[in-house]
């Protein structure tokens, strides 16, 4: 049997896919592909574990292979009425990290005319109820810590954790850096938070507990490339000479004057 590292997969919203001009960073993946995805790394071997389960095993070092956790960031509705049943039907865990400050309002990336919301304070606690979705934290209004320092990181994740646990009425152990960037002040602060994990994504981080590494899946990845990034090789492959070359020969067809 091929080899199965450890993965963990983080999405967005689940839907039709909408025009480049609304979502222009892809954000939405449609059902049948995630399904489709979930199905593949199942047929691979992969166990779905909760987040804070394979955290957990970071105490170790690395996590055994063929674990596989899934992610979803902003807490979009679609997480309840799509995303939940998914979930339920294929028994497969997942943590959506939701912003209590953001709550019932349009998604901050994905145009308005779109109608991709965040979901309000009764459907959180819905989702919440599911005995498949964890929710986590992902600031309270999406707030990027690229340059937080020490201080201004406690308290922002400590302050969505707090609201976010004043609406759940339990404890709230997982956050994920929003758009994935951090500070160097951030890992420990997210412990001092409260914290048991912090994910990050694209080429940061990796086995460790706030530095949690996540591979971003997207409305336009095609079958190969969700396998080279479940596999962790996709941008090892994007930035060799036999990526640039492929991305320059898709770029010379579509677009024959503007090469450069």
Known sequence: MLPRPPAVLTYHALGTR????QDPANLVVPPEAFRSQLLSMRRRGY???RLLDLAAELENGSPPKGLCAVTFDDGTLDNLTILEPILRQLQVPATVFACPGLLGEPHPDIAPEAGVRLLDEDELRQLDQSPWV???SHTSEHTELVD???GEALRLMTESRVQ????????VLSFAYPNCT?????????GKAGYEVAVTCGQRGGWKRYELHRELIDGLDSRLSFEL????VFFRLYESPFGRLGRWAVRSRRHPDSVR
Request: aromatic share 6%; proline share 9%; net charge negative.
């Open 182 to 190: 951090y500070s160097a002040s951030c890992p420990e602060a997210a």
């Open 18 to 21: 909408l025009p480049r001009e």
């Open 164 to 171: 976010l646990e004043g609406l759940l009425d339990h404890p």
């Open 47 to 49: 166990e779905f574990i």
């Open 229 to 232: 990034k479940a596999r962790g």
């Open 134 to 136: 964890e929710i986590g």
């Open 148 to 150: 937080a320092d020490a």
